[in-house]
């Protein structure tokens, strides 16, 4: 069976440090990938989503970026990190055919201070 | 562009009743429309996903209906408990891209 792994569950990071939030897929090959934040009181916003390995699309100007460097791990990265950042960051995975059924991994929350 | 509106965005009901989400998108050209429970603090859980050429689909006390000509999707939860108070989100996948496009969800609220 397939399992989404997102790591880590919290964290707290002062203005202008670096982050890196990582997820991993297992069971399943060549899967679209999608970063996903949800700030507080607001609906999910798509950030960034993949549909392989070395391909990053982004949907919104923003001080994050994304890398796949294999094909199950998703990256989302700062150099330099924003109080706006703060919020709730979702992975979530899905396969091109079939039923595209959007799983989503258990969340990272960011405190940015 | 297509747009999600889920009404209404929040929802208290006592223990027992029968409720009613909706959801609805402006562009009908989709590829299926699937229905999200977020705890707080937590991810999402795939409730129920209706292909494009489907008009519902069941689960349990959940139905999700689906009527593509008229833009509209519900969810309709039977015999509510408390432990159904969550947010629940829809979101429409595009026929021609493969991005989801979310409505910002009803915070459901199931009173003992």
């Known amino acids: 069976s397939q399992t989404i792994h997102q790591w880590p569950a919290t964290l707290v990071q002062p203005v202008g440090s670096p982050l890196s939030l990582e997820c991993t897929v297992e069971?399943?090959?060549?899967?679209?990938l999608y970063w996903y934040r949800q700030a507080a009181g607001r609906g999910l916003q798509l950030l960034f989503y993949s549909v392989g390995i070395g391909q990053i699309s982004s949907e919104v100007p923003q001080n994050l970026s994304a890398s796949r460097p294999q094909d199950r791990q998703f990256i989302l990265s700062s150099k330099k990190l924003l109080l706006s950042d703060s919020g709730f960051y979702l992975c979530?995975?899905?396969?091109?055919?079939?039923?595209?059924?959007?799983?989503f991994g258990a969340g990272s929350r960011l405190t940015v201070l | 562009k297509q747009e999600v509106t889920q009404i209404p965005a929040a929802l208290s009901v006592p223990e027992g009743e029968n409720l009613v989400l909706n959801c609805s998108f402006t562009d009908s050209a989709i590829y299926n429309l699937q229905w999200f429970r977020q705890d707080p603090g937590k991810g999402l859980t795939s409730l129920l996903l209706?292909?494009?050429s489907q008009r519902e689909q069941t689960s349990g006390r959940l139905n999700a209906s689906l009527d593509k000509s008229s833009g509209r999707s519900t969810l309709y939860i039977a015999a509510s408990q408390p432990g159904d108070s969550a947010t629940y989100l829809c979101?429409?996948?595009?026929?021609?891209?493969?991005?989801?496009?979310w409505g910002a969800g009803t915070k459901l609220i199931i009173k003992p």
């Open positions: 209706i292909q494009s």
């Open positions: 979530a995975w899905a396969l091109i055919s079939g039923a595209n059924v959007l799983t």
């Open positions: 979101a429409v996948l595009g026929d021609s891209n493969y991005q989801l496009i």
């Open positions: 069971g399943t090959s060549n899967p679209n």
